[in-house]
Structure formats: C-alpha cells, structure tokens
C-alpha cells in the first residue's frame, strides 16, 4: 500500500513523464519540418520511450493499490531554432527529469517505502544513460561545427539509433 505522499509524488512524475513525451513530440515534428528527418525519428522514438516509461509508472501505482491519474498535458512550446536546439534542449531536459527522479527517491526513503525505491532504481539508471547520450550527441555535434557534410551524415545515422543504442556504443553516436 502507498501512502497518500508517495502516490502523489509517484502521478506528478507521471505527468512530468508524459509531458516529456509529448514535448519531444514537438521537437521531433520540428525537426521533421525542418528537413532533418533523421533527427525527427530519433525524438519521435524517444517521445515513445516517455510514454513507456509514463506507463510503467501507472502500472506500478495501480499494482500497490493506489490511483494511478492520466494527466492533462501543458501544450509544449517550442523555441529552438536549429537542430543543435534540439539536443541542447533534450539535454537540459533531461536534467530536469533526473532531479525530479531524485527527488521522488528522496520522499520514497523519508517514508520509509523501500519498494517504490527499489522500484525506481530503473528510473535512475535510465537517467543516467539518458543524460550521458544527449551529452554525447552534443559532443560531436560540437565537433561537427557547421560542416554540411558532417550534417548530412549525422542526421542520416542518427535515425536508426536510440538512447540506449548510443549509450551501448558508448562514445559513438
Ligand atoms: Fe523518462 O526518461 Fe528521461 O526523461
């Protein structure tokens, strides 16, 4: 059984999950619009990788008896301007998320719910490996520079990837 602290804290992160989902949906249709379609598939996977990981959230609340709520999602606004934009807010968003994650665990360990931190254990390390691809995406984008060509090859072999196929390769992006 939750208690009332932990099943709140547990649906604003799956709001902040979904809300992900839907604000890498706008990148992702940025970028589609914007001729880099490669782009656009890697964010339209990682828009699907929040809603999984919005869902395995609610399953786990409803498994401990709680209530787990569909949120309404905030409409995402979208200010990039170039696909160097895209990961830059990627990155910064991912930041976000792992100091919410963090926080959750905080409130988990001050209830003494060890299941829920066991559980969101999978949480941290995802973060991890989220943090470190969009880190290292922004890497090479920064060795790339303004190199059309570099541009054209990136964006073609970005769209068969996802986070944790660059977090396998570990450097390579
Ligand atoms: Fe939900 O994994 Fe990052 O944000």
Redesign the pocket.
């Known amino acids: 059984m939750l208690s009332k602290k932990v099943e709140k804290a547990l649906n604003d992160q799956i709001k902040m999950?979904g809300n992900?989902s839907n604000y890498y949906l706008a990148l992702a249709c940025w970028a589609d619009m914007n001729g880099f379609s490669g782009v656009a598939d890697f964010m339209y996977k990682q828009s699907d990788?929040?809603r999984f990981?919005m869902l395995k959230l609610m399953k786990y609340v409803i498994e401990r008896d709680g209530g787990a709520k569909v949120p309404a999602y905030d409409e995402p606004t979208v200010n990039v301007k170039t696909a160097t934009g895209v990961f830059q807010d990627l990155y910064k968003?991912?930041l976000a998320?792992?100091e919410s994650i963090n926080k959750l665990v905080g409130i988990c360990l001050s209830e003494n719910d060890y299941t829920t931190h066991n559980f969101l254990q999978w949480?941290v390390s995802?973060?991890l490996e989220?943090e470190a691809t969009a880190k290292t995406i922004l890497d090479k984008i920064k060795l790339m520079g303004d190199d059309k060509s570099a541009w054209y090859h990136f964006d073609r072999d970005i769209a068969g990837l996802t986070v944790t196929s660059v977090a396998d390769a570990g450097a390579g992006a």
Do not use: G, K
């Open positions: 999950e992900s990788e929040e990981h968003h991912e998320v792992t949480y995802e973060q989220e």
